[in-house]
């Protein structure tokens, strides 16, 4: 995976709220080989690093080519990114497109403990 | 009925959401015989299985010639999908076209105990 | 004033939301005799009995020739509605045309003590 | 069926257009007895008189409690008008609201010869 | 098929169109066997017919269990709806919901020679 | 001022919301003199009287031609219309149209101790 | 009537457009005294002479207070545009807020002999 | 490249028109090595050809992973899909997500001579 | 930077709020040197003083040739406008065009101790 | 003026039309120091040059500083561009945002003699 940057929070001293959508992300179905779409809206309290968004645009480039199922792929970005920029809290929300005449959106939450 | 199917749930630690929309329903009125046209929203947080979408397909397609109330079908997806999934908790919305300029929408809610 | 029917909710064990809506109310204003218009959204969780649509299409139909001020038309056809399914709590909005460029919206609700 | 008015126009010697959008018509189906609602617009080019507003409203509340099909009232309401303010052209266009899933819209158009 | 139905128009003297929006039509695919949704729009310059908005209804209903593509079914909705009526124009879309991320709209066009 | 009236409150054992939206307020700027645009939305329970709303309309005309800022005529309309009709809790809302690309909101709250 | 303005158009060797809205317009209805809100939309193609628009605003707001039936105002407002700034052609359209329901656009053209 | 389908068009007597877009839509910039987003619109008049929707799919799929510019990829579509369906018109519109704020659409059209 | 200037609050006594929308803020990307732009939404409880709004508009002037991140221009709009006007709350929300495809939106709020 | 780039056409053979719009256009106004936002869309059939959208992104930023009046730098803008691309047609539209109330649109058109 391409390796997400961050640059150093200069107000930790407040709570505040970042919001990053990203309306182009692609993958391809493990199931079925075709593509798949949908917008990706990322939402965080920065603690001591914020996340640097050109390489957080990198990040989403490398599903274009995996395989990988709307669930799983959700909760991987929640990992990845709460891994690399250690928020006070994170909420990823994935939204795809149709398939079947059937839409799905998965929303996971990280708070730290 | 179609027999719904699950897949287990890789992320059973987090409480996350999934949210399943099928604007495509349909299935026929009991006292007139008509038609009845709706959008089914289906909403949970997965415990150890997640439904799996193109079997949720063939189960809603089940309803296509069946006579069946608002109220009646929207209860009784929640029970089959709570019984087949076993979820944390779980909101189904049936939301029906106009019948005499009237419009009705039902939500039903389970909460595991 | 018509009838209101009911029939047997079959989900009784289960708090659950019927949402009605009906944008063809119209009714006269007592003060200049000119016909008043409106949207109507009926919400309620039912205890044992449900509201029958067609007998509440013709119910909201006997206001079309009547003189009744927004206000007590809105709590008028909560009490109504309460009498005649005995909810375990509902919900009534009004929501009127333009009247001398003002609009008025009406909310009154009932919660079983 | 109630006098509509009309007042003289100042700019006879220019083509120009009134546009004028009832959205509050309501009428009753000779059919079912229920009555129908939709929204007309009157679209025309004055030649020595205009609608007086006030009298049209009025005009078009006699048709609440008149048993009358669409095309027949799009077409009444046209030559109506049309004797009453003799316009260089005039169209008339009623929209509708949907019965029984389906929604029509008239539209009768007449030009001085 | 379910019969049409026609009814006189008064107003043969004048062009007039009358458009007809069904947004609840259902079918289903020839070659996979699942549902197809769609809304047609009718419109039409009468001659000496109108449709009859009910048997309309019912005539699309006929369509629920046919296997159908969408070119096929939206000509022959067309010359079905020509001959029953014989107008001195119509024009038929059938716009259908996403199949595979992609949407198909179908219009066909008569004009009497 | 203009007075305004009230009439009495059939309903004061519930606890109901009276809503009242007028989107054709304007006053005068006190700094520069040119007219200032705005929506007025009111908002509130009422305890033994309800705000009259022909009077309430000329209540608002009264602004056309006074030199007003927006935190004071937001707050004096609250001021005067908890003195006239004694509510159980009032909101009111001025959203003001756009000044050198600027748009202002104030929002004001009553409730009775 | 506050003087309107122009500045030369240094592109008079092109026909081009200048399109104008103010959605701020507001004068004085003659019969009820009462005011009348709407929207005026000017479309012209300079030749010589271009409006200028802080002085139009000022032109617009001379309506304020004055008592003027819409089909004048729309009409004398092409009337006094097109002699200050001599277009080749010029469109006005006066869009106005709904009274007792109803609402009224007037549209007139001036194209130069 | 994917080879396009086509089946027989069973109405070649009268001019119908097929539209079909595909929003999901995707290319790599030759310049960036940056994937490309877009909505490709297709309207054509058939002739003796139709396009089947699933090799069409799969032709768009085709253009994922290859480096091809906005003017020459709508063009390229348009001259593939003549060549597979040989129309009597046709148009292609291809839509481009914002690159760097700046959004293209572009359209091409063919005309049988 | 510019001097943001205050009023005096009239209305002390009550806690009310104020929104100020800017959609048209623009500022200079420190790593690109190019422009960035957004909408600014300052929402306040005012304490003793209110920010006065000509002013305000020259401070956001101020950050047109500035180079400064979203996170950081955010930050300190909410620490300038605090130390101006000494709110009893304050939230700022920074709402920026995409960028490479990605939107972002900052929020900050402050509340006295 | 930044230097408008351009790159070969490679479909000389059909007219064909690429249209690009830029939202985050902004000048000063000459009159008060202040700036001005737009957007501007171009709209034109190549001939042997396409316009590159990278250098005409530096193109319409050369403007930011830049005192100019609506008119003047729309019909700049259309002169430029035709020079550098020598289309065989050519629209430029810029929509400003509202200054007092008002809001302006020029739209210029150039086709080749």
Redesign the interface.
């Known amino acids: 995976m391409e390796r997400l940057e961050t640059f150093k929070?200069?107000?930790p001293d407040?709570?505040?709220?970042?919001?990053?959508?990203?309306?182009?992300y692609?993958s391809v179905c493990p199931m079925t080989g075709?593509?798949d779409?949908g917008t990706f809206t990322v939402n965080y309290v920065?603690d001591k690093k914020?996340l640097e968004?050109?390489a957080?645009?990198y990040y989403f480039?490398e599903f274009?080519d995996k395989g990988i199922f709307y669930?799983?792929v959700?909760?991987q970005i929640l990992d990845d990114l709460v891994e690399a920029c250690q928020p006070r809290s994170m909420e990823v929300v994935g939204a795809f497109?149709?398939?079947?005449?059937?839409?799905?959106?998965?929303?996971?939450?990280?708070k730290r403990a």
Chains 1, 2, 3, 4, 5, 6, 7, 8, 9, 10 share one sequence.
């Open positions: 929070n200069k107000y407040r709570d505040y709220t970042i919001t990053i959508v990203n309306p182009e692609t075709l593509p779409y920065p914020c968004l050109k957080l645009k480039l274009r669930e799983a959700t909760n497109t149709a398939r079947g005449g059937i839409t799905s959106t998965i929303k996971a939450v990280y």
